[in-house]
């Protein structure tokens, strides 16, 4: 009897759980556009057949590219990922991800980030944090911290950063010394991460020294855990990985709590300082344990984000130099010009720190429009917004060749803006699209025609990313010093071929030398050069 009973429900179960994942995958969401789902897996198959057609360890937004390709590059595409993650839309336009971003009178500060990315860094930047924080716990922070960020203040960080730059220099001096290949990204890393230091709680990591702080070793330790992970799984999947993250968060947490601890006393003092430490706590009568908690969260999070986007500018920025002579004459040309003919190090520091130094930053055009470049074509960040059933969100789509331009609805979804296609859309960028034309920043004709939303790099609205300036700046000092000093040569993936004839380094018609493979994007928490930017260098002579 019971046993017919099961036969029973099970016969009824089966077509009943079948009717839910048919509707769910098939009608709830028919109104995207989208490649053809599977019913039982959604976009996962289609998705994984693509990373597997990508570059090997090539970064997912890679293989989402391509698959927004395949669709006919439409403005928006749905990628059912579920159970994996929720249904993700990939925004490819950018007047769609500037209504995602922008502040609405139901979302004043914008649309909520999606908590599955934030979620997964929670190890890295702990559960109150700015960049993950909603509504007005997120204004507070903001308004707290806006002041270590105003250009004035940014311009007092000169003189540590070019301290720190020096250190860099000496390391490129002794890899110039021995010839040895290296990753231009961990030397960047550091280098960032060394100045990060300073504007967050104004103590030495020595990040760039053989004996870095134990908090230095750790957080590191911490980041590797998420090094070669391609993809973001849940949790439940990888448990031992988590176990390690977290006992690794742990430790990295208590050391900056003494920290803290230790700091508070002094800080209260020096009521001056704009390091993001003493900011977070500037009015706090009391040191309780919920507020070293949040403090934490916060210094963690500038930490991390401080060091790790700026760094990988920097590596991208010495490639596409290196394989643009034209280019990297003009920043030459303009270093000549603004800070004198003698390239040493110490002659740029003393016109750096000497009068009118602060202004030579600024007036940096074609290096600044260099940068802006290598951040169009390879975007290190980007966001991802949540929507709620019932929350009312609609965008209105732009005219295209694959979908009919109106208003969709985008409830219940993930949103997520991929800046490699945004920022690489051929109707915007026209045939140079993919190709690192530095000029096009500096021609106001040709300015005229990029709308401002189509470089987000830094994405925009209100949640834009708070440290843009003191990126730009970095990254500007960092050239200046070093550019005209050294030569950098690309080894392994992204080397020039040289011509099979004459053996010299040929040109393509975009004045770029020709290389053997083109290099491209991993995932290492954010988006990265695939193998570390090897390279060699040399003090040029
Ligand atoms: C080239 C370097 C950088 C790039 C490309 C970059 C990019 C971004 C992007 C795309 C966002 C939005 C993230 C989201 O919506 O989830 C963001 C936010 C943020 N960035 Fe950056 N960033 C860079 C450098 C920095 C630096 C140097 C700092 C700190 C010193 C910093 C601190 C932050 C913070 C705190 C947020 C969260 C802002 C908020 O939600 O109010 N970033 N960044």
Known sequence: MLTSILIAAVALLIPYLYSKIWYKRLRQFARLPQLPPSVILGHLQALDEFMKRAPQKAHPDVAMAAMHKALGSPPVMLLDLRPVSSPLVVVGSYEVAEQIVRASSRFPYSLPKSPEIWKHLEHLTGPHSIVSSKGESWKALRKRFNPGFAPQHLLTLLPPIIDKAFLFLDRLDSLSRSGKEFSLQDLATNLTFDIIGRVV?????????????????????????????????????????????????????????????????????????????????????????????????QLSTFLFAGHDTTSTTIAWTFYELSRTPRALRAVCDELDELFGPDPSPESVRARLTGPGGEELVHRMNYTTAVIREVLRLWPPGGTARITKPGDGVKVTLPASSTSPSGELDMDGLVLYPIHSIIQRDPKVFGDTADIFVPERWLDQNAQDKIPPGAWRAFERGPRGCIGQELAMIETRVVLALTIRKYNFTKVGIGAVSPSKTSGQPET??????????????KMQVTAKPVDGMMMKVKTAT
């Open 201 to 297: 709680l104004d103590i030495d990591m020595g990040a760039q020294s053989d004996n870095p702080t134990d908090f230095m070793r750790v957080f590191h330790q911490l980041i590797q855990t998420y090094a070669d992970e391609g993809v973001t799984l849940p949790w439940w999947c990888t448990p031992l990985l988590e176990w390690r993250r977290s006992s690794l968060a742990k430790r990295a947490r208590n050391t900056l709590k003494s920290i803290v601890r230790e700091r508070y006393g002094e800080l209260s003092h020096a009521a001056k300082s704009r390091s993001i430490l003493s900011m977070s706590l500037q009015g706090v009568e009391d040191l309780n344990p919920k507020t070293v908690d949040v403090t934490c969260d």
């Open 508 to 521: 393509d018609k975009y004045g770029q030398y020709k290389v053997g493979e083109e290099m491209y994007m």
